[in-house]
């Protein structure tokens, strides 16, 4: 169903008719327009901006069929999964098909019976793909999740560093880059390894109101995880991120002993169990996905209620790529996390036995410098986020744990260059543990081991607890007071900028923590992240939601691709009657409408007779 060229109108038209918008967001119209004309282009846009639309509607307005290049199948088939049921002609070419399905696509797009084709990488450059190709009229070149270009990012592919040869073997057709999340230096690389130099770039805002930032300090990990979801999200759909196997393997299984319904996700499991627990996330409701940072990448499910870390992320860009999981229907969501010293010692320690060359180890050391910067910070963690972005932010944001409930801090000064003067009497090589027995005055085999009961320090911290000194500790680390010896087995060493806080000439302020019992939500004003569905009205919400279940069922998708949970509470707010009142609901394009509409109307006209 090839389009020709025509006028601005058409991709509005297609905005409403299609996808069931009634107006473009941001800099959706001029970036359209500017694909519409044949311009190359740069998109930096959040996480649930709207990217897709950027590329999609260019490619149905314009003649031929667009190609998007996509690094995860599971995109790939959610994307297609959910045009197919706004009418559009798409499809994908990927290792999930057999030789009659791929034979079977490529005669569709020789025929220009195809709109959109989505393509990975790998497939994209081998030399067959390349020829069909040459054959065909294609509107555009979409390259999503373009910050895997770059070999400072966090989701590197190599496979993208030969993206080049679009520019090299069709130059006449437009490009489209687009990424969540780029600082700086990975947009730079962005623009030159796919030589985008005249493209015309836009930068949207990184900010995510809707998202509640939530770090705090490591206790007892799986206590605080379980009372966070019980007292935030006891029925939402979330994901809980793990640094390790191990551990995802044991947190979901906490999480289920617990009566969730939680799913571990990792390489180390078959390629059936994974897709297996991907698809139930997708399609059911109330999931939670454990998994490493290995799953996630491009995951379009909007109805994430939350995302929680339980280990700390290797950077700022991580960390925004994958809390900006949650909440892309626009909704109250949270991003939560807690970490401790033990999280800094191991990334430390990755980094340094790491391949890579000592420019890499020092780009990785600053960017887990600046993810703990975000941690420790006691004024607004949103303004400290999009600061790391370029981007000016208002002192306080009003929806992240500092701003809801303010951070108080203590002078620490003595209690500081007592833990300095511990680390350096003792020989500057033990760990935390050991350092606060030396405080704290302890009498074990390990201080007679080395006469430690004869440091003048020793016992001299009984004023604090050991939950205090690790504290302070952690935040002499991330201060650069002290620095860990990750080849010696994670010791503690002083650095340079420790004397003036050692001899006493500058005073030190630190963060106060509060150590919560079992995991208890802090008080204050932090108040529960939901969908705010007034008590009234849940018969006919859980009435429409099921409607929408038994849809997706019967057309064997996800729930959300009938109508995500924005829309359906748009119904409930609005209780359309008719057609064209249901067609002015945000998410109901006359497709859907044709569809499904009569069956929520239903739905809705029963709950007026009530």
């Known amino acids: 169903m090839n389009r020709s060229p025509s006028s601005d109108n058409q991709a509005l038209n297609i905005l409403q008719n299609t996808f069931g918008y009634q107006e473009f967001r941001g800099q959706q119209a001029d970036i359209i327009n500017q694909a519409i004309s044949g311009q190359d282009i740069l998109v930096l846009m959040p996480t649930g901006g709207g990217k897709s639309l950027c590329y999609q509607i260019p490619a149905l307005v314009r003649s031929g069929v667009g190609v998007v290049i996509s690094p995860l199948i599971a995109l790939m088939q959610d994307q297609v999964n959910a045009l197919a049921q706004l009418g559009v002609n798409a499809c994908f070419l990927n290792s999930t098909l057999n030789y009659e399905q791929v034979r079977h696509i490529e005669t569709c797009l020789i025929a220009g019976e195809i709109d959109l084709l989505y393509i990975a990488p790998e497939r994209l450059i081998q030399p067959r793909t390349l020829s069909l190709l040459s054959q065909l009229p294609i509107s555009l070149f979409a390259i999503d999740e373009a910050h895997c270009v770059s070999q400072w990012g966090h989701d590197f592919r190599s496979d993208y560093l030969n993206l080049s040869v679009l520019h090299e073997q069709f130059p006449n057709v437009p490009r489209m880059a687009l990424t969540a999340t780029a600082d700086e230096r990975t947009k730079q690389e962005i623009i030159n390894r796919l030589e985008l130099h005249q493209a015309k770039k836009y930068i949207s805002g990184f900010d995510r109101p809707n998202i509640q930032y939530r770090i705090g300090q490591k206790g007892n990990v799986k206590k605080q995880l379980v009372n966070f979801i019980k007292q935030n999200h006891q029925n939402d759909c979330g994901i809980v991120y793990c640094l390790s196997r191990k551990r995802v393997e044991s947190f979901a299984e906490h999480l289920s002993q617990q009566g969730f319904t939680a799913l571990p996700y990792h390489a180390g499991l078959s390629a059936d ?122 002192e306080q944001c009003g929806n992240c744990d500092n701003c809801l409930t303010p951070a108080e801090t203590w002078d620490a000064s003595v209690a500081a260059q007592k833990a300095l003067s511990t680390v350096y009497r003792s020989g500057q090589r033990f760990g935390v543990v050991h350092l606060i027995d030396i405080l704290l005055g302890a009498n074990n085999q390990k201080i007679k081991q080395f006469s430690h009961q004869n440091l003048s320090t020793y016992g001299i911290g009984k004023e604090l607890d050991s939950n205090t000194w690790r504290s302070v500790f952690r935040q002499l680390v991330v201060r650069g007071y002290l620095a860990v010896d990750v080849e010696n087995y994670g010791s503690l060493k002083l650095t340079q900028s420790c004397r003036p806080v050692l001899n006493g000439e500058q005073s030190l302020q630190l963060r106060r923590d509060v150590f919560e019992a079992a995991g208890a939500k802090k008080s204050g004003k932090s108040k529960k992240q939901k969908i705010d569905i007034e008590e009234v009205d849940m018969p006919l919400w859980l009435k429409l939601k099921a409607c929408r279940k038994r849809l997706a069922n019967e057309h064997n998708v996800p729930a959300f691709v009938i109508f995500n949970d924005a829309t359906l509470k748009e119904m409930l707010n609005h209780h359309p009657s008719n057609e064209e009142e249901m067609l002015a609901i945000t998410g109901v394009g006359a497709t859907k409408f044709e569809r499904f509409g009569e069956q929520f109307l239903a739905v809705l006209s029963e709950a007026d007779f009530v």
């Open 273 to 394: 169990v994974r897709q297996t627990n991907q698809d139930r996330f997708l399609r059911e409701d109330k999931i939670i996905i454990v998994a490493t940072i290995a799953f996630g990448m491009g995951i379009d499910k909007p109805d994430v209620r939350f995302v929680a870390h339980v280990d700390l992320p290797k950077s700022i860009e991580a960390y925004y790529q994958e809390t900006g999981r949650a909440g892309r229907d626009g909704l109250s969501s949270t991003a939560w996390m807690i970490y401790g010293l033990q999280d800094v010692m191991f990334l430390t320690q990755m980094m340094q036995d790491s391949q890579g060359n000592e420019q890499f180890k020092r780009s990785e050391r600053n960017k887990l410098d600046a993810m703990l910067g975000l941690c420790e910070v006691t004024g607004c963690r949103r303004k400290v986020l999009l600061n790391y972005f370029n981007e000016q932010a208002p």
